[in-house]
């Protein structure tokens, strides 16, 4: 479905001294410097598949994106899209892909959502009778009928995102790429665009490329993650096995114990926190199993309540970063989950 | 060639029963996952049942053929139309500035030909009143280019554009024109209501409103083609609105916004001649109070001439622009 070996795009980035002097040496004597975008890539998409690409600012993820869907030509490398060379082929690859930008609107602002759908039919050559059709269809998955007569400047930023969506399933796309789709929603409407995302994946089958700085966005879609940094992969796994990765073996034990927790003390356990009764541990399972510490707290007093949390998928992206010495807090911080 | 089960497709779901996928996959994407030349992707490669549960499928696939591209391009100025009458409110500031003008200039015409003085070169102050309804109101229709597709580099909102099956400078083109329609129609109006009450009618001859259906499309059309060459300096200059004034003004001097260029000195209607602004704004209006086969022939082909070479300039700045965007990022 899409195929990238070795992909990579370099960009010359102009550089201008402050001040007046420096205006005018740019303008006689302009100086650009190299930059490496996207240096080299290299992964595969099946089909149907729903993919997260993440990374953090300035990594590649939208440059990777564009050359995918043929808006830049790559300085190096090769790929196919649906066996089109995208940028070669853009014209006729973009009759079956959609792409939706989080922060750019694909629809026409001072028209309601059904202008625009019109206006894509045509473009997309549509027939039209196809076109009422898949309309119809879309317009009740998407729930929007209410909608389609408002201009689009009027909806909130969750309806325009389904009225997005909606516009770009129209023309019956084999892979859709959504940069941010969630971006700047609040949680109903991301969860609502979160189902059709789903719903487009799994009931139409369509393959998605999704990027995202929401964690939740790839802990709720995706069963796959591909992390970028300067244009390299850095991982690229399954979400799932992502979580369970022994280097992500560190579990956060919280016990209220029968009485104060002043002389409990455990073999490969970190206290960080001692209050009464209560306690914060932190055990690194890899070297010492969860049940040693259960015993150990059994030992010393009758345990009366306990959670353990495994790290968030957030958590474990940041460590992912860090350990790549990239900065931690590019993913937003989600909730911690109980195991 | 069967195509692989999606990995995230749950099994037994009806509509996903992979009956039309199998076979018949020329999409480059098979088991050998390879880097290939490219297939030919027909339709039926192209079509498989990837449905929401009764959401039809695209068959036959786009043609590309030339009444699909023209009903294409036809969607854009139509909903450009709209587009525009959803805010023409925001232009009504426009005609009232118009009918000002359209007053001082009345009064101002009135004195020149005070007293009986004969018309120069045709054109008394009735004519020239007239002509003026004519340039202005092309003039105030163009839409503002500049602003739009600086933007759009600079956000680079051009990527949602650029990949859509359409050409980015024919959309442009067509968005542009379809905005200008309903706009012109409305100054139009109000010249023509408000001089007919300063001045009075204008005896038209039926050819000239004929001709002059093409001449104000041509014109615009050549107004809109120069406005994206320039428009399209935004892919290499921080603000192209420079540019834009010095158009601007060549264009109200040159193109005989105010007079005809029948009133300037013979050297500098020569000069004026050579250069394609006449032809948005003197050309038309002089058709209009002084028609004559010869002339409209005469602007058509000028027309015709100058939005070729501005065409070929407008996608060479084009692809040139984004050849920049490739070099330079987006």
């Given at each position: ?21 420096g ?17 080299d ?24 994106i ?18 089109f ?12 892909i959609?792409s ?7 629809l026409w ?14 473009m ?10 898949r309309l ?13 007569a408002?201009?689009?400047?009027k909806?909130?930023?969750?309806q325009r ?22 971006i700047?929603?609040?949680?109903i409407?991301?969860?609502a665009?979160?189902?059709l ?6 009931d ?9 700085h ?5 802990e709720?879609l995706?069963?796959?993650v591909?992390?970028?940094?300067h ?5 690229d ?25 002043d002389g409990?003390?455990?073999?490969g356990?970190e206290i ?11 055990v690194d ?9 259960l ?12 959670t ?8 474990i ?14 993913p ?8 | ?16 029963a ?12 098979g ?9 030919e ?17 695209r ?15 036809a969607?854009?100025v ?7 009458m959803?805010y023409i409110?925001d232009s ?23 007293d009986?003085?004969a018309p ?6 009735r004519?020239?009143?007239w002509y003026?309804?004519m ?14 597709i ?6 680079g909102?051009?990527?949602?554009l ?28 109000v010249?023509?209501?408000t001089?007919?009450?300063?001045i009075g ?15 104000v499309t ?14 399209l ?6 603000d192209a ?10 264009l109200f001097?040159l ?29 038309p209006?002089?058709?209009?109070v ?17 939005i ?14 984004i050849?920049q ?6």
């Amino acid at each position: 479905m899409i195929e990238v070996e070795g992909l990579g795009k370099d960009f010359l980035v102009p550089e201008k001294e402050p001040g007046v002097w420096g205006s005018l040496r740019a303008l006689v004597a302009p100086r650009h410097r190299p930059v490496t975008a996207v240096a080299d890539v290299t992964f595969t998409v099946a089909p149907g598949e729903l993919l997260a690409f993440i990374g953090p600012n300035g990594a590649g993820k939208s440059t990777t994106i564009k050359m995918l869907t043929g808006i830049l030509h790559p300085s190096r490398g090769r790929a196919r899209v649906l066996g089109f060379v995208p940028w070669e082929d853009r014209q006729q690859l973009s009759f079956h892909i959609g792409s939706v930008f989080g922060q750019r609107s694909q629809l026409w602002l001072h028209l309601p959502p059904l202008d625009s759908f019109n206006l894509l039919a045509r473009m997309y050559e549509l027939p039209d009778d196809l076109y009422r059709q898949r309309l119809d269809r879309l317009v009740a998955v998407f729930e929007l009928g209410d909608l389609l007569a408002v201009p689009v400047r009027k909806l909130s930023l969750g309806q325009r995102m389904r009225c997005e969506i909606a516009a770009a399933l129209l023309h019956d796309p084999r892979v859709l790429f959504l940069d941010e789709p969630t971006i700047g929603l609040d949680v109903i409407a991301k969860e609502a665009v979160r189902d059709l995302i789903l719903r487009a994946n799994r009931d139409a089958g369509v393959t998605i490329f999704l990027t995202s700085h929401d964690a939740g966005d790839i802990e709720k879609l995706c069963r796959r993650v591909i992390i970028i940094d300067h244009g390299q992969v850095l991982l690229d796994a399954d979400v799932q096995s992502l979580r369970r990765s022994p280097h992500f073996s560190i579990r956060t034990v919280g016990a209220r114990l029968s009485r104060p927790a002043d002389g409990f003390a455990c073999d490969g356990v970190e206290i960080l926190k001692r209050k009464g009764p209560g306690l914060k541990l932190r055990v690194d399972t890899a070297a010492t199993p969860i049940d040693h510490v259960l015993q150990a707290l059994q030992a010393y007093a009758r345990i009366e309540d306990i959670t353990v949390r495994t790290p968030s998928l957030d958590q474990i992206i940041a460590h992912i970063y860090r350990q790549k010495g990239l900065p931690a807090s590019a993913p937003a911080e989600p909730a911690e989950e109980d195991e | 060639m069967t195509r692989p089960e999606p990995p995230t497709s749950p099994p037994g779901r009806p509509d996903l029963a992979p009956a039309s996928q199998k076979g018949g996959d020329r999409g480059g994407q098979g088991e050998e996952r390879s880097l290939a030349p490219p297939p030919e992707t027909g339709a039926e490669g192209m079509n498989g049942p990837r449905s929401f549960p009764g959401l039809p499928r695209r068959v036959p696939r786009p043609t590309g053929s030339l009444a699909a591209v023209a009903r294409k391009y036809a969607a854009i100025v139509a909903t450009a139309v709209r587009h525009r009458m959803a805010y023409i409110g925001d232009s009504l500031g426009r005609p009232v500035f118009f009918a000002l003008i359209l007053f001082v200039f009345c009064r101002l015409w009135q004195t020149v030909f005070a007293d009986g003085r004969a018309p120069v070169v045709g054109f008394a102050a009735r004519e020239s009143l007239w002509y003026l309804v004519m340039t202005e109101a092309i003039l105030l229709s163009a839409p503002r280019l500049q602003g739009r597709i600086d933007e759009e580099v600079k956000t680079g909102a051009v990527a949602t554009l650029l990949n859509k099956p359409c050409h980015y400078v024919g959309y442009h083109l067509a968005f542009a024109l379809g905005e200008a329609l309903p706009v012109f129609l409305l100054n139009l109006a109000v010249g023509v209501v408000t001089a007919r009450v300063l001045i009075g009618p204008l005896p038209v001859a039926p050819a000239a409103v004929l001709a002059l259906f093409p001449a104000v499309t041509l014109a615009m059309t050549l107004s809109v083609l120069i406005g994206l060459c320039l428009a399209l300096l935004a892919f290499w200059v921080e603000d192209a609105a420079p540019f834009f004034w010095v158009y601007q003004k060549m264009l109200f001097i040159l193109g005989g916004l105010m007079i005809p260029l029948d009133f300037l000195p013979g050297w500098l209607q020569a000069v004026a001649g050579w250069l394609p602004f006449r032809t948005i704004l003197c050309g038309p209006a002089r058709l209009l109070v002084r028609f004559s086969v010869a002339d409209a022939g005469s602007l058509f082909l000028w027309q015709a001439a100058w939005i070729a070479v501005f065409a070929v300039v407008t996608v060479a700045l084009y692809h040139a622009g984004i050849r920049q965007v490739e070099s330079h990022g987006g």
